[in-house]
Antibody, heavy 121, light 107 residues
Framework: EVQLVESGGGLVQPGGSLRLSCSAS????????MYWVRQAPGKGLEYVSA????????YYADSVKGRFTISRDNSKNTLYLQMSSLRAEDTAVYYC??????????????WGQGTLVTVSS | DIQMTQSPSSLSASVGDRVTITCRAS??????LNWYQQKPGKAPKLLIY???SLQSGVPSRFSGSRSGTDFTLTISSLQPEDFATYYC?????????FGQGTKLEIK
């Protein structure tokens, strides 16, 4: 059974940093692209960042470029999102998401339960 | 970025009704269109991918279709567990973009 378990969320002050982790199991982690998608309270879904199966290719939404860094450790089956210079508008539930296909299809077949990041003083 | 416009933004319907939700892309995205269902406090769930392919385990009352840059999610006979918010997402070009969502409520 595929499982994605996020951790690392919490309350942080504006300008602060936080690192999210996503522990994956139930599939060959190193074969799939992975993503972070966020959802602000009461709002829709926003694509944040993507990383290829081997970690060699990454992508960031303009809203987080230069502030967030996605990475992965295939030996630990873990996905990360390092967030810095956090702003109030980064407040959201952050979901770790798996790609449907081997390779990169940008189709999201499994989602974690989400971890809430709140940026506030 | 490609804009995805969903309609309606909300919809009231009854159990047993046939329901249609539409998503329009701002440019051609071929059939790179996915549909998700989200219930309150839960993560989204993939229903349809590549415009019309049913994800494994999803009931056959859900279906998707494409006409040019217009895409449709149809629920043939609403069940109580279908009341949720539905999102479309284009996977044609990065950044992937989502529609604003359609909230399906019980009449």
């Amino acid at each position: 059974e595929v499982q994605l378990v996020e951790s690392g969320g919490g309350l942080v002050q504006p300008g602060g940093s936080l690192r999210l982790s996503c522990s994956a199991s139930g599939f060959t982690f190193s074969s799939y692209a992975m993503y972070w998608v966020r959802q602000a309270p009461g709002k829709g879904l926003e694509y944040v960042s993507a990383i290829s199966s081997d970690g060699g290719i990454t992508y960031y939404a303009d809203s987080v470029k230069g502030r967030f860094t996605i990475s992965r450790d295939n030996s630990k089956n873990t996905l990360y999102l390092q967030m810095s210079s956090l702003r109030a508008e980064d407040t959201a539930v952050y979901y770790c998401v798996k790609d449907l296909g081997v390779g990169t299809t940008d189709t999201f077949d499994y989602w974690g339960q989400g971890t809430l990041v709140t940026v506030s003083s | 970025d490609i804009q995805m416009t969903q309609s309606p933004s909300s919809l009231s319907a009854s159990v047993g009704d046939r329901v249609t939700i539409t998503c329009r892309a701002s440019q051609s995205i071929s059939s790179y269109l996915n549909w998700y269902q989200q219930k309150p406090g839960k993560a989204p769930k993939l229903l349809i991918y590549a415009a019309s392919s049913l994800q494994s385990g999803v009931p056959s009352r859900f279906s998707g279709s494409r006409s040019g840059t217009d895409f449709t999610l149809t629920i043939s006979s609403l069940q109580p567990e279908d009341f949720a918010t539905y999102y479309c997402q284009q996977s044609y070009s990065t950044p992937d973009t989502f529609g604003q969502g359609t909230k399906l409520e019980i009449k």
